[in-house]
């Protein structure tokens, strides 16, 4: 315990350090939020010390730890006390884990995205254990009158050796809640860490496996009315009209009418897009009731004209048009085409136009990727009462801090005045940052008065917008006489947004590099799906890539490893946003864990390396083709995401990515036709299923000491090429459009 | 709306309610119930699996009026104190990610341990395809199946 913080960020720290005084505390639901064990073991204290905002201590030794991020499945509500028990000392079985609300004066960053929770927490949640350690030996030190120097910590006991004192945390917690806050504390040396680094379960597995009410759509309040939506069936359309009349007297309605879930002249912020601000709400007794209520509601819809809307990026204005019409694919499809023609360069290195001239060999090849809907298990929905000035709401979502400022500014109540409880999300990818649902929700239980739960249906949310994009890249890649790569051009782009991150690589690899982006305006909503534009451009990139290592006659990991080398010997340009030596030292150990170059008997294997989120994640997919249908046999995979807090539980989410990225490289699409959506529910958008899942997954973390970086997403992109490139290896045919399943059923 | 008497989960349970209500919504909203989960509504997920007379069946396609003389069990009823061996299996290999498929995959999965206690991989895969997890724990999901087979 020598190393001195010199890293540690003032503000967060400062923000840790203002929580020891204030004394505020929280509401305590074990049931809610439980580890397994815990308080039977030590039964309930009777006095709870709160040393910061994320550790409270029991006069007996149980010790509750906030986790302050919603948890979707990435495991936070784990991983990240288990960082701040690691620096407290904590007996990780006398720990019991608590969500944290939406509480901004003491917590940052309570959001899932990015995969930044636990980068971004490490050093807050590191100190925030080291603060409360460092109380808790202060205060032993003058229990026993003796130098806190002397005062060591073993899981939830503070020791004198030399005297033989020991207490559990618990003695001395009522002292240390009063003693002053450090200005600056040690942490651990990585070599002492006995809880980080070794497999620890999910705290709440328990409750999962038992049906405890954990999420959003399971919330339940006294004189809670249950509320539904109808949006309009198409992109483009608005409410015109709407009779009630005969829905209204269904058994168990109570109320039907319109709503608005923006003000007209609402400048929206990043995650305010709703693909339809009018609606008509219905409310009962009853999901069910409702449900058939709904049905009964006649609606008259009208196209809407085009309009701007004003848009405030964090802090770069836009007025963003909104064209009014009903689209349909195919003119989709043709507006990228000409769209891709006026793309706008964003990246020049060296003289890529000569270079292509000059090359020995031109490959070109155009890669396609549909729209996506995210298809989170758990339908949208929110608990909302509005009472006055006053609002509660419950429920799953990605960004509370910023619906909260919405929802303020829509019912124009402030938002201290609002409190959002963060339930658990039944998936997130992205979906849950736009929550419009909980602005509806609560304009819903403002007319009526009363405590509701809204939910959508399924064919709600799949209909309802908010879609990965649709996108395309052309790529070109020019060879000299002798194979290298002298030249690499991408022009990319999407309707509404583009794929692009131009200082990735192969930028910094090659000598003249050219990127290019465009865009396409729709009236077709999208937003942030895993790995936002790194899920199609990953699989974009790394499929041409094989096909440029094949046309160069190389093995397409030595290929990238030289690539990397002249990235790491050379760099060209500059702001080229990896390391290239953590992105070889990924491939270097798939290489050596999938004995590449000795693929099983009968078995295709491709490969594909990414970089995103900070970290770098390559995969073998090993596959065979039957009759145009694909069974993956084994996914092998190597990630450096940095120090690894919890292994398992990573492995389990790298896993998940695989599979995630297998089903919708296969499967994945959303079309339209005069802006309705062709498919609404699981019978017409596949979903990969435990027969089409690889037979098996190996996940391999690179060794390192170096601070925790993204784990959620960057498993997900690469996998889609490592699968195109197998496919390739098994049936001769490249694959440049998604999904891929349907073009194999064609193949044979 | 009329009145119906179920078993659920070993215990008598009288509710009101329109016969067609699908006995996934009298769980969730009548009985408080909320473990059987809401997913598609068209019987194309299985979130909403519970056990009628023993096998796996769509909650949300099973009218009350059709489960009055069956017994009903749900995942709340699945053990008294968790530890059916298929939820034993479930944590032994930490399963879940965000967990919201789960308690239908369990469902599924111990309704067919119970009339197959020694399923093959390929048994358990065609068993479990009506099962979406779309954050793709399939691998753990089929590994917890073998596992809690053994320990049946």
Not at chain 1, 233 to 250: C, E, I, R, T, V
Not at chain 1, 302 to 329: A, C, H
Not at chain 1, 661 to 672: D, H, S, V, Y
């Amino acid at each position: 315990m020598t190393n001195s913080n010199g890293k540690l960020n003032r503000r967060s720290f400062l923000k840790v350090s203002a929580l020891a005084g204030g004394g505020m505390m929280l509401s305590f639901n074990l049931l809610a939020g439980c580890k397994p064990n815990s308080e039977e073991t030590l039964g309930l204290p009777k006095e709870w010390f709160r040393l910061n905002g994320f550790i409270k201590v029991g006069e007996n030794g149980l010790v509750t730890l906030m986790s302050p991020n919603p948890e979707g499945g990435q495991n936070i509500k784990t991983s990240m006390p288990l960082i701040v028990a690691e620096e407290l000392d904590a007996d990780w079985t006398k720990v019991v884990v608590e969500q944290a609300p939406l509480d901004t004066d003491n917590f940052t960053r309570q959001f899932i995205g990015g995969s930044q929770a636990i980068r971004t927490g490490w050093t807050v949640l590191r100190t925030a254990g080291a603060t409360a350690r460092h109380l808790l030996i202060q205060a032993a030190a003058q229990t026993w009158k003796v130098e806190a120097s002397e005062i060591t910590t073993e899981p939830g006991f503070l020791v004198h050796k030399s005297s033989g004192k020991k207490a559990h945390f618990g003695e001395m917690a009522s002292l240390a809640a009063t003693l002053p806050v450090p200005e600056e504390v040690p942490l651990k040396e990585i070599s002492q860490f006995r809880l980080i680094g070794k497999s620890h379960k999910n705290v709440e597995a328990k409750n999962i496996v038992t049906g405890k009410p954990l999420f959003g759509i399971d919330y339940k309040k006294a004189g809670m009315l249950y509320a539904m939506i109808i949006h309009p069936p198409a992109h483009g359309m608005k409410l015109k009209s709407f009779d009630g009349a005969a829905a209204k007297n269904l058994p168990g309605v109570r109320d039907i009418f319109q709503i608005k879930s923006h003000q007209d002249d609402y400048e929206r912020t990043f995650f305010d897009t709703t693909s339809f601000t009018d609606l008509v709400a219905i409310v009962g007794n009853s999901t069910w009731e409702v449900m058939n209520a709904k049905k009964a509601v006649r609606v008259e819809w009208e196209p809407f004209s085009t309009y701007e809307e004003k848009r405030d990026w964090g802090g770069r204005k836009e007025n963003r048009t909104i064209p009014g019409q009903l689209e349909s694919e195919p003119e989709q499809r043709l507006k990228m085409a000409e769209s891709s023609k006026k793309a706008r360069t964003v990246r020049k290195d060296g003289d890529p136009e000569s270079a292509f001239i000059s090359a020995a060999k031109v490959i070109e090849r155009t890669y396609n990727g549909p729209f996506l809907a995210h298809n989170c298990m758990e339908p949208m929905n929110f608990f909302a009462h509005v009472q006055g000035d006053k609002v509660d709401c419950a429920g799953p979502l990605q960004k509370p801090e910023l619906t909260e400022q919405a929802l303020s500014s829509r019912l124009e109540i402030p938002v201290e005045n609002i409190s959002i409880e963060m339930t658990r999300l039944g998936g997130g990818y992205g979906r849950r940052s736009y929550a419009h649902w909980l602005i509806e929700a609560a304009v819903i239980s403002q007319k009526v008065n009363a405590p509701v739960k809204l939910i959508y249906t399924r064919e709600d949310d799949m209909t309802g917008g908010i879609y990965r994009p649709m996108y395309q890249a052309t790529y070109r890649a020019a060879l000299d006489k002798d194979n290298n790569l002298i030249g690499f051009h991408v022009n990319a782009g999407g309707l509404v947004e583009p794929p692009l991150y131009a200082n990735r690589f192969p930028a910094g690899a090659v000598e003249h590099y050219w990127a290019e982006e465009w865009t396409v305006p729709s009236n077709i909503t999208v937003g942030s799906f895993r790995a936002p534009r790194s899920n199609f451009i990953a699989a974009a990139e790394q499929s041409f890539l094989d096909e440029v290592a094949e046309a160069a006659g190389k093995d397409p990991i030595d290929f990238r490893l030289e690539l990397l080398q002249k990235a790491k010997d050379k760099p060209v340009g500059e702001n080229n946003d990896y390391d290239a030596e953590r992105f070889s030292k990924v491939l270097e150990l798939l290489k050596e864990k999938a004995n590449w170059g000795q693929a099983p008997t009968g078995i295709s294997r491709g490969v594909s390396a990414y970089f995103c989120h900070n970290s770098y994640a390559a995969q073998v997919v090993d596959l065979k083709v039957k009759n145009g249908q694909v069974e993956v046999e084994k996914v092998i995979q190597a990630v450096d995401c940095g120090l690894v807090v919890n292994p398992d539980a990573a492995k389990n989410l790298c896993e998940g990515a695989a599979i995630d990225g297998i089903g919708t490289a296969l499967f994945g699409e959303l079309k339209f036709e005069n802006g309705v959506p062709d498919r609404s529910n699981f019978d017409r958008y596949r979903m990969i299923r435990m027969t089409e899942a690889p037979k098996a997954i190996e996940t391999y973390f690179v060794e390192n000491q170096l601070d925790p970086t993204g784990l959620g997403e960057p498993a997900y992109p690469p996998v889609f090429a490592a699968l195109a490139n197998a496919l390739y290896q098994a049936t001769g045919k490249r694959l440049y459009d998604q999904p891929f399943a349907k073009q194999l059923e064609d193949l044979s | 709306m009329a009145i119906f008497n179920l078993n659920i989960n070993g215990k008598s349970q009288q509710v009101d309610a329109d016969p067609n209500t699908p006995m996934l919504w009298v769980l969730r909203d009548h009985l408080d119930l909320v473990g059987t989960k809401f997913g598609c509504g068209i019987a194309q997920c299985g979130a909403c699996t519970i056990h009628m007379d023993g096998n796996a069946v769509r909650s949300c396609q099973l009218p009350v009026s059709s489960a009055q003389d069956s017994q009903i069990t749900t995942i709340e009823g699945l053990s008294e104190a968790g530890d059916h061996p298929v939820q034993k299996a479930w944590m032994e290999h930490d399963v879940p990610q965000c967990g919201y498929c789960q308690a239908g995959q369990i469902m599924t999965a111990a309704a067919l341990l119970q009339q197959n206690p020694n399923p093959s991989e390929e048994e358990i895969e065609n068993a479990m395809n009506g099962n979406i997890c779309r954050c793709g724990t399939y691998t753990r999901i089929k590994a917890a199946v073998i596992t809690a087979s053994q320990n049946l």
